[in-house]
């Protein structure tokens, strides 16, 4: 199964709904309460980021028999050091995002929790990639 | 994890006299514990299913997390009241989105109390 959303730089009333969706749709195939759980967790963070940092960004969900991937691709300022956004804590976000309780530094390494396969890949003044995926016993 | 007692939304709205913002449809869930935070991805990724969640936290996007992490109730402290669309998601969602003008520490420890 494929499906794709948009995600608008800046919009976060409309954060989490590609998360959302994927939810709905794991839920009716995976009986495995806790993968649906961890990943769209870690989609929900990623479409935040996108928000928060870029300008604009594409999900792309594949769902197999034997795992869900997840690519996040967007245009925006990229990632400078990718080690050091990775640490807990660290963020660039701006004070209005913070104000909304985003932008704690923990949102690179929650999606890395709750993958089975994380990858990250930027390029600074073009975009951030990622890629996300969940390993199913069965489905 | 701890064993709590066993508790509804509506129990506790009563016991702490609690005002309803939205969401009555979501207040025969049973809830498991609590979560205590402002940071939106601390809950992201420690809240568990079924706990109530304090915040003064106001917009929509604590919607989209209760309900991912499919949390029980929102509880705003010190009088804060949610954001119209953060109010019209919890009434989509059935998630009740919950208020009291106490602080987060008052309100915690009552909320402890019953739970306990």
Known sequence: ?139 | MLKYNRMKVSDIINELGLTVFSGQSGIDKEITGGYVSDLLSDVMGHAKEGQIWCTLQTHKNVMAIASLKDLSAIILVKGFKPDEDMAEQGEVEGVPVLGTTETTFEIVGKLYELLK
């Open chain 1, 1 to 139: 199964m494929h499906f794709e959303y948009n995600i608008e730089g800046g919009d976060f009333s409309k954060a989490g709904f590609a998360s959302s969706q994927l939810k709905k749709v794991l839920k009716q195939l995976i009986t495995d309460h806790k993968v649906v759980k961890r990943t769209v967790v870690a989609l929900y963070e990623a479409e935040v980021n996108v928000v928060a940092h870029a300008y604009l960004g594409v999900v792309i969900i594949d769902i197999d028999t034997d795992k869900i991937k997840i690519q996040i691709n967007d245009k925006g300022p990229g990632i400078e050091d990718i080690s050091k956004a990775m640490e807990e804590g660290f963020s660039t976000a701006s004070e209005k995002v913070r104000e909304m309780g985003f932008g704690a530094g923990m949102g690179l390494s929650n999606i890395k929790n709750n993958s089975d396969d994380f990858k990250i890949t930027s390029e600074v003044g073009v975009g951030t990639k990622l890629e996300i995926i969940a390993y199913l016993k069965t489905i």
